[in-house]
């Protein structure tokens, strides 16, 4: 899982920018837990206030979709005939 933190540095980052405290978390040290960031940054969304909470959304919902993709193209790479 540690690929997709560089994989999608760019989107974690900008969660971050809105988000700084989040680099004291313990899973933003040892990276590979993008599972961990993504329910953190749901429930903040969860008790921010409206304008941080629907920046937060869009930005979680833009990582997961893509996440949601990559594993996608995986799955079909996996089923893919071998030549």
Known sequence: MGELWEEYN???ESLVETLPDIKNKSFYD???D???FISY???I???ADK????ELKKG???LEKKIRELC????QKDKAPSY
């Open 72 to 75: 996608t193209l995986t799955l």
């Open 41 to 43: 940054i749901t429930l």
């Open 30 to 32: 040892t990276k590979p």
């Open 45 to 47: 969304e969860k008790t």
């Open 34 to 36: 993008i599972e961990a």
């Open 10 to 12: 760019t989107e974690i």
């Open 60 to 62: 979680r919902e833009e």
């Open 51 to 54: 304008n941080k909470a629907s």
